[in-house]
Every structure is written in C-alpha cells, then in structure tokens.
C-alpha cells in the first residue's frame, strides 16, 4: 500500500469513526510505527490536516473549532498535494479507464496507482460511478501489438529518453534493424504509428507499431528532436499559468 493510500485511508477512518489508534493504523497497513507517524505527520504539516493526539483516549482525531464542527470538509478528500472533490476524482479516473482502452501496451504501469487512489478514494465516499466506463468504447484498428512486451520495451525508452535497438518490418517486407531514438507514439485513424530517428544524421521515421517486432533497451541517451525535448521550466510555466486562469 502506497503512502497516497495510507492517507486516504487515515481521512476515511478519522471522518467515519471519529478516532483511529496507532494500534489499529499498524496493523490495517502492516507497516512501522515510525511510517505510520511519518504519515500522520505528513497529514498535519503538509497538507493541514487539523490532527492531534487525545491522551485520554489514547488516540488521534480531527480537532474540533469552538462550536464543535470539525475542521475537515466532509465532502473532499486528500491525495498528497491535491484537493479533488468526488465529481473531479470521478472525472480523472473516467480519463484514465479511456487510456486503458486505447493503450497500445506498456502505459498502464505509469497511470494504474493513481486510478487504484481514485477508486479507493470513491469507493469510501459512496460514490455511484454508474458503470461509466462500461458505456464508453474506442474501436479503431491496430490499437493493440501482438507483442506487448515489445511496445512495453519500446515505451520504457521513450519515458526515460533512452536509445533503443529496433526491428521492425519496412514497406518493402524486409527486416530493419538499427540504434534508435523514439520521439513520441501517434494515435492515427489506422491505429498507433511510432514515430523515431536513426543514427547521426538523425533521419526521421515513422512505421506503425504493428511492424515492430522486436525492442533491446540500452543506456544510452536519446537524441530528442526539439518539440520532443523535455523542458522542465515550460511545463512549470504552463501550470503556474492553469492556475492564474483558476
């Protein structure tokens, strides 16, 4: 169980039941009681929740203002650094069950802990999802290669902006093998194509991932085209301006 886990089970208990022990924290997660004061700590320094220590009961619990309110709102729930209310975690997770259909193989390692949050989290607020994501479906051709362990090997490269040695099948059936740099995976309506660049002339090319047959990871770095680099400020501009626009 995941810290995120741990303190959306925390909130859960302290809203429902009004007090958790330590005892009872140890042995609902099977971990320390260093790491479950490290949560609790977390809970009250980083993300303010009004928690303190009742010697009487020997327990934790929300504190409670002068005219017995508790200060937590009951309609919200914490994920370390985000507030979502039931209807914004319910509108995530509907993204992130729409990737899961259209992944070509090897995305889902990078989403699933925070859809299992999200559905944590739903499941304790009572939350009728409606079968929303048993209504909504993708059908396009080629979404899925055969060998998923190869689009797997072929994402990680891309994540981590490592070369790549590829095989894969050209327009005239024979077999290409060559060090790759792999820029992005492009959803077209012929299915997923992957977009890449060979050697030190950086020849740029685009083959549909059904053709790939075959991905060895190296530790070498990747040679990224401009609008595939990673710019760190960018990113931290553009959500610095998100949140001016509120």
């Not at 886990?5 to 009872?24: D, N």
């Not at 928690?51 to 709102?73: P, Q, T, V």
């Not at 309506?189 to 991905?215: A, H, I, K, T, Y």
């Amino acid at each position: 169980m995941s810290q995120a886990e741990r303190i959306a089970r925390i909130h859960f208990l302290l809203k429902s039941t009004g007090i958790v022990t330590l005892a009872q924290l140890k042995a609902d997660f099977e971990v320390s009681r260093a790491t479950v004061m490290r949560d609790i700590e977390l809970m009250r320094d980083r993300l303010g929740a009004p928690i303190e220590y009742d010697a009487e009961l020997n327990a934790y619990k929300y504190a409670e203002s002068a005219d017995g309110a508790l200060h937590y709102r009951p309609e919200r729930f914490d994920l370390p650094g985000v507030w979502l209310d039931s209807k914004e975690a319910y509108a995530l997770l509907t993204v992130l069950n729409l990737i899961e259909k259209i992944d070509p193989g090897g995305w889902m390692p990078y989403v699933s802990p925070l859809r299992r949050v999200l559905k944590q989290a739903l499941y304790e607020e009572s939350f009728n999802m409606k079968g929303f994501h048993r209504k909504i479906g993708v059908e396009l051709p080629n979404l899925h290669q055969r060998k998923s362990g190869v689009t797997a090997k072929m994402m990680r490269a891309l994540v981590n902006e490592f070369e790549a040695i590829l095989v894969w099948q050209g327009d005239d059936e024979v077999l290409n093998s060559a060090s790759c740099s792999l820029q992005r995976f492009v959803l077209t309506s012929n299915g997923w194509v992957v977009e890449f660049v060979v050697g030190e002339d950086q020849v740029r090319l685009r083959v549909p991932l059904m053709r790939f047959s075959d991905c060895t990871l190296t530790n070498r770095s990747a040679r990224l085209l401009s609008r595939s680099t990673n710019d760190t400020w960018s990113d931290l501009d553009a959500l610095k301006n998100i949140q001016m626009r509120g």
